[in-house]
C-alpha cells in the first residue's frame, strides 16, 4: 500500500492532469456540469456494479472514474470561482465532523444503529438543512433504494416495528391484498392492482431492512445470476444449430438446470 505522501502526491498529479486538459483538450474544455451529469450516474452505476461482483481491481479502476468527475466538477467551479477543491473537501470535513458527536463532541453512541439515530438528529439541527424527517431523500434513487431509504429514516425516530418477526404478517397480508386484486382481471383495477403490489414490495424491503439485508444489492444479484443462466441457456442452444426461441419450455427448463449446476 502507498503512504500518506504517496497517496497525495497522485491526488495532486491528478489536479494538474485535469487543469492541462481542460486547456488543451476540445472536448474537456467544452464541458459543463449539466453535459457531464449523466456520465457521472453512469460511473456511479458502473461502481456499483463492480461492488456487486467483489471485483476489487475493478472497484478501483470504477473508483477512479468517479473521482476524475469529482476533480472534474471542482475544476469547472473553481473557473467561476464558485468553489474549488478545497472547498469541496473542507464542506465534507466540516460536515463529518459535525455529524460526529460521539467522536468530536461529548455525545455517546456505542452501536452503529445509535449512530444512526444520532446522525438524524443531528441533520435535522444542520443550518440550512433537512427540515422534515424524510426530506433529503434524493428524487433519483432508484424505488427500492428509497423506499428503504424511507423505512431507514423513519426507524431512527422509533417508527419501526418493535419485534422484527411482526413484519412476516404484514408481508402475508400484502401477498393476500395482492392476490385478492390479481384474480379481477379487468381495466378498471388495474391502478389497484399495481398500488397493492406497491405495497408488497415496500413490506417486503422493509422486511430486508429488519434483517439487515440490503434488498437492491440482493435484486442486483439475482439479476446477474439470471443473465449468466440464461446466456448458458442460449449457448448451448446456439452449439445445437438452433434459435433459442425454437426451444421448448421443457428444452429451456432441462439447459437451466444445467446452467445452475455449472455454478
Known amino acids: 500500500m502507498h503512504s500518506r505522501k504517496e497517496q497525495l502526491a497522485a491526488f495532486e498529479r491528478l489536479l494538474d492532469i485535469m ?3 481542460r486547456e488543451k483538450c476540445p472536448w ?41 468527475h469529482v476533480v472534474f466538477y471542482a475544476k469547472i467551479g473553481s473557473e467561476t470561482q464558485d468553489f474549488d477543491m478545497a472547498d469541496v473537501c473542507n464542506l465534507i470535513s466540516d460536515k463529518l465532523i459535525f455529524r460526529h458527536p460521539h467522536i468530536y463532541g461529548g455525545v455517546e453512541a456505542h452501536s452503529p444503529e445509535e449512530v444512526s ?13 433537512n427540515k422534515t ?11 427500492v433504494v428509497k423506499a428503504y431509504r424511507i423505512q431507514d429514516k423513519a426507524a431512527n425516530i422509533g417508527f419501526d416495528w418493535e419485534h422484527r418477526e411482526d413484519v412476516w404478517e404484514k408481508v402475508k397480508e400484502e401477498i393476500r391484498e395482492f392476490e385478492e386484486t390479481m384474480v379481477r382481471e379487468s381495466e378498471s383495477e388495474r391502478e389497484r392492482q399495481e398500488e397493492e403490489l406497491g405495497d408488497l414490495l415496500f413490506a417486503l424491503i422493509n422486511a430486508a431492512r429488519l434483517y439487515k439485508l440490503k434488498p437492491d444489492n440482493a435484486l442486483e444479484k439475482t439479476n446477474q445470476k439470471f443473465i449468466k443462466r440464461f446466456n448458458y441457456m442460449e449457448q448451448q442452444a446456439t452449439a445445437q444449430g438452433r434459435d433459442i426461441s425454437t426451444l421448448s419450455l421443457d428444452e429451456m427448463e432441462a439447459l437451466w438446470q444445467e446452467a445452475k449446476h455449472q455454478e
Do not use: C, M, Y
Not at 120 to 129: D, N, R, S, T
Not at 133 to 143: E, F, K, M, N, R
Open 19 to 21: 487543469d492541462e486538459l
Open 133 to 143: 424527517v424524510l426530506a433529503g431523500i434524493p428524487d433519483s434513487l432508484s424505488s
Open 117 to 129: 439515530k444520532l446522525w438524524e438528529q443531528v441533520k435535522l439541527k444542520e443550518k440550512g438543512g
Open 28 to 68: 474537456d474544455h467544452k464541458q459543463t456540469f449539466e453535459s457531464l451529469r449523466q456520465n457521472t450516474i453512469e460511473e456511479a452505476n458502473e461502481l456499483a456494479t463492480a461492488i456487486i461482483r467483489e471485483d476489487k481491481k475493478e472497484i478501483a479502476k470504477e473508483l477512479g472514474d468517479v473521482l476524475l
